[in-house]
Structures are given as C-alpha cells and as structure tokens.
DNA sequence: ATAAAAATATGAGATATCTCACATTTTGGA
DNA sequence: TCCAAAATGTGAGATATCTCATATTTTTAT
C-alpha cells in the first residue's frame, strides 16, 4: 500500500477526485493506492481510517470459524470502508481486499469519530448509504433465495460482464452465489450446451438476450 | 388503528414510553395502536408517518411481481418503520403487518424531512440503528446459505421461543427461512422423531440444550 | 352456528445442489 | 525457468429441498 497527498495529485489526473465526501473532514484525506490483493483491512487487525474508494473494486470476505471464508458484498468506486467501525457498531472485523489496482481516500478513525459525528450533512449522506446498503442486500437475499441457480448466475454474469465478454473466477462466484464450485460449473456447462454463453479467451461471451430471460427480476447492485 | 395522545398517557402505563426515539421532534411524536393483521404500512400506499415501535412486533413482507410475498424481516421493539422512506432510499414500498396488538410512536414524515435532516444526535442514531441491521442481515444471509434448514430452523426456534415454548405459524417460519412448506413439516417432523421438539398445546416445547447443538453459531436478532 | 379460509399434516416422485474423487490447465513467485 | 498453488473441468453417487396431491384440523368471518 502506498501513500501519496491527495492534495498533491496535479491537474494531470486521469480523474477528478471527489470533494465532499468526508464532510467536515474532507480537506484532511490522504490518498492510498492498493494493489490487487493486498489487504484494505484485515479481520484480525483494528480499522484505524475511514475510506471512500475512488477507483477500483474490492471484495469483503467474512471468516467462519473452520477458516473457510464467504464473500459477502462487492465495493466499487463511490463506496466506503470502516463506516461501520466509524457508527460503533461493528461486532467482528471482515477482509476487504481489492480485486484489483484500488485507489482510496482515507482518514483518521479518530478524527471522524470526534469531528463527523457533529456534522448533519455529512451523517445524512452516510445514512443515506448504508441504507442503500441495506435495501440490495434485502432484496438480494429474498432474490437468493427464490430462485435457483440458473437465474441467479445469469444475472450475475450480465451485472458483471464487461462488453458482452465475462471474466469472473469461477471460485469467487461460487462463493458469492453461496454454491458449490462443482454445482455452478455444471449451470454453466448447461448453459454452454444450451448456446447462452461461448467460451473465448479469457472469459466467456455471452448472449445477453438469452440470458436477461433466465435473469428475470433479479438485480445486484 | 386507533391513535391516541402521547402526552396524555398518564402514569398509570404498563410501560415507559421512550423519550428521545425521535430528537428534536420527540414532543410532536402520537400514540397509536395497531391491531394483529391491521396493515401499519401498505405497498401501494405512501408512507405519511415515521414510526418507531413501543410494543409489539411486525413483519415486513416484499411484494413479488406473481402476488406471492416472502417476510424479509420482523420488528420488535425499539425498531423504526419508514426511515429509508425518511432517508429518501426506498424504492419499492413494503408491506408492515403487526404479528399482535402493537404500539407505535409516530410523527409526521414531512416535519421530520425537515427538521430531522439537521439533527446530528438523531443522524447518528439513526445510522447506528440502520447500520446494525445491515450486519444483522449479511449475517443472517450468509449463515442462510451456508447452513442447511436443521441448522437454521433450530436457531429461529431457540430464537422465537418464550418459556420453551415455541408458538409460531409454520407458514410464516417457512417463508422467513426461505424453505417449502413441505420441507420444514419434513424437518420439523425429524426434530420430533428425535425428540428434540415435543408437541404440546399450541406449540412445541423444545429441547434447548440439543437445539444449541444444531444452531451452531447461527445467530438471527 | 355455519361456511369459508387458513393452517396443519403426510406421501411420493422429481430435481437442484452437495460431497468426494481426480485430471488438466493456468497463474504467481523464487 | 521451473515449481507449487490456484483455478478449471468432469464423473458418480448422495441428499436436501421442491412440487404436487390430498386429507384433516383450526381459525375467521358472517
């Protein structure tokens, strides 16, 4: 993980740093730079920032006591990190690692605790966010749980397909869609039988049409 | 629903109302009473109040596109109904069906827009209670899909029993844990062969020390 | 009190998903 | 460059869960 001034970023930047989003705080953000996996925060260690992720995306991981480990959302560019450490109630610490070159804006824990915790505009927007949060999750649980595979992985694969081509691992898919490697395998085999995806380099192509119908009403966020 | 003034509630209640449940608008906050099945919030209906609950519990219910419903949450006391409403998040409106006679407090959505939004000891309550239902909700996602129904189905009869008594409707258990109605009566039926449920009137007493064992560390709030 | 609706209950067959076993290919680090 | 680890891929059998059908009991409304 490296550091740099956020402030010392010049006008040569590729994009636009955010303004507000640390409220009162905002002037005193430090920007970081994570490479793919390395770890924003460790389960084990205490979460000494707040972070806002300005570009990348990163997975959170929570550790069950046989060590296995379960993702359990995706963070992309606009989200935060250790909001829930910031509001006090955080029982146990999870992963958060970047899926890939990550960039963060990050400030100290102890200043928001004292200084954000006054600050209505910003406590509105953070509000606003988790429950964001809270409704994709309620809606994806209820959708997790009505459906099976089949529909669940063509809404995934069209969420996360990238001009027409998805790339995912299927490991990590498995995990989210909370199913055995063998059994998505076995989906996708089917759907490769059934001409819905074309396996190319790198990833698969996929049919979008065929795969909005199987996809329904499902909608990760 | 009969609504009735919170002030005049005299000292003869049962219980204490809360006091703050609603910062700076607490002194405008109503008393009303909800009878079971006496919708306090209907998906095809604005939301006109927030409300938080003094006694009771409710269910909250999605509405499918095929008329079906699944239950993605109950409430007890000391929770909020309408605060996404508040937050301006909600998209698709819910239904809350109180489970028994229930109590709200409740104050108008309009002043507390207003007023509400530039309450940081509110703000930051409300985010509390907001953010510690995000993490119920991960948690009880991923448990929901790593565990097989025993497993839950032991943690929510340990979890809604009163005295070792466990009273809830099977259809409704059946729609919380995402299961078939067919499938948990199987389970449940397996419980009583082995003894780890007795049916009693209205309700199965259940073996709390062989459910603990099944629960794992499966925890619903 | 009665009828209608909801909840409870059980059986049988189908299938979605899991576990385990094993081979091949790709990737990342020394 | 090479090795170890991770990811990919396939087969076979077990089982958790679903769908459908149907009967009885309890609750609710008239």
Redesign the pocket.
């Known amino acids: 993980m490296n550091k740099f001034s956020a402030k010392s970023q010049g006008s040569s930047n590729k994009f636009e740093l955010p303004e507000n989003v640390f409220g009162a705080l905002s002037a005193e953000a430090d920007l970081y730079a994570f490479s793919a996996n390395d770890p924003i925060v460790r389960f084990d260690q205490p979460i000494d920032k707040l972070w806002y992720i300005v570009k990348g995306k990163a997975k959170i991981t929570m550790v069950h006591e046989d060590g296995k480990q379960s993702i359990v959302h995706f963070l992309h560019e606009g989200e935060y990190i250790g909001e829930l450490t910031f509001l006090e109630v955080e029982k146990q610490h999870k992963n958060v690692i970047p899926l890939c070159e990550t960039l963060c804006l990050g400030v100290s824990m102890e200043r928001a605790k004292t200084v954000l915790r006054d600050d209505p505009e910003f406590l509105f927007h953070l509000n606003q966010y988790v429950g964001g949060k809270l409704i994709q999750r309620t809606w994806f649980t209820v959708k997790n749980q009505n459906y099976?595979?089949?529909n669940r992985l063509a809404a995934y694969m069209l969420m996360s397909q990238s001009e027409g081509i998805y790339t995912q691992?299927?490991?990590?898919t498995a995990e989210y869609l909370?199913?055995?490697?063998?059994?998505l395998?076995?989906?996708?085999?089917q759907f490769r039988d059934q001409g819905y995806v074309v396996?190319v380099r790198?990833g698969y192509k996929v049919d979008e049409d065929a795969l909005e119908v199987l996809a329904k009403d499902i909608q990760f966020v």
Chains 1, 2 share one sequence.
Not at 178 to 183: D, I, L, N, P, W
Not at 185 to 189: G, W
Request: charged residues 30%.
């Open positions: 099976e595979l089949k691992k299927h490991t990590e909370g199913v055995s490697y063998r059994h395998l076995h989906t996708l085999s396996k790198g």
